[in-house]
């Protein structure tokens, strides 16, 4: 079962725009949520993350929304740029834990 | 700065034969983990390691063991290999939980 879910393989915005990437959770006690981006032969590196205390974490043109009640998070990009072109993938895991579960990724593709 | 280095980048193996994946990190961090990246999967949990001397299994531990050998280095073995386990594997480590993880540029491997 996964617990962690991205329902949108891929998502095309053009450039200028804003890019909003969706990611679901199954298990409630998750505290802490993490965005990766990933480029092509490149390993993933950290974006963005928030805790479950908050429910709106910026930095820069990255905003990661969190919706606990519907255990429901989001990663808006404004605005959106060629470079942001990549893979993204959202995790989830528990504040002093070891283990991340992550998602199956989004391949955003920003169009000049 | 290397941060997180794993070798070989690129490996073909025939069903049965064996191999060691290496990863090595100058960050001086605590905890490593082994990812598997396959398409539609996103990342998943194989092994990783809290600290020097320990080990733990993740979501798919199967078919493969690891040595944390020192702070620094963590290795991934596959001792029978099987077309199941062709994938783009990822070594990793954190400074504390397992909130931001560095990823190495990943291993691709090819079980024929």
């Known amino acids: 079962d996964q617990q962690v879910k991205q329902n949108s393989p891929s998502l095309s915005v053009q450039e200028g725009r804003i890019s909003i990437l969706n990611c679901d959770y199954t298990?409630?006690?998750?505290?802490?949520f993490l965005w990766y981006k990933k480029y092509p032969a490149e390993g993933p590196t950290f974006l963005i993350s928030i805790s479950s205390i908050k429910d709106k974490n910026e930095d820069g043109r990255f905003t990661v929304f969190l919706n606990k009640s519907a255990k429901h998070l989001s990663l808006h990009i404004v605005p959106s740029q060629p470079g942001d072109s990549a893979v993204y993938f959202c995790?989830?895991?528990?504040?002093?834990?070891?283990?991340?579960?992550f998602g199956q990724g989004t391949r955003l593709t920003i169009n000049p | 700065n290397a941060g997180v280095t794993q070798t070989p980048k690129f490996q073909v193996l025939k069903t049965g034969q064996s191999m060691t994946l290496q990863c090595a990190q100058d960050m001086n961090h605590n905890s490593m983990y082994w990812y598997r990246q396959d398409p539609g999967m996103g990342l998943r949990l194989i092994y990783y390691s809290a600290s020097e001397g320990t080990t733990d299994k993740g979501e798919v531990p199967n078919g493969y063991n690891v040595s944390r050998l020192n702070k620094r280095e963590f290795s991934l073995r596959l001792e029978s290999a099987a077309p199941s386990q062709t994938s783009v594997y990822f070594c990793?480590?954190?400074?504390?939980?397992?909130?931001?993880?560095?990823f190495g540029e990943g291993s691709r491997l090819t079980v024929l």
């Open positions: 298990n409630s006690m998750f505290d802490y």
């Open positions: 995790a989830a895991g528990f504040q002093g834990a070891q283990k991340l579960v």
């Open positions: 990793a480590s954190s400074g504390g939980f397992a909130g931001e993880l560095f």
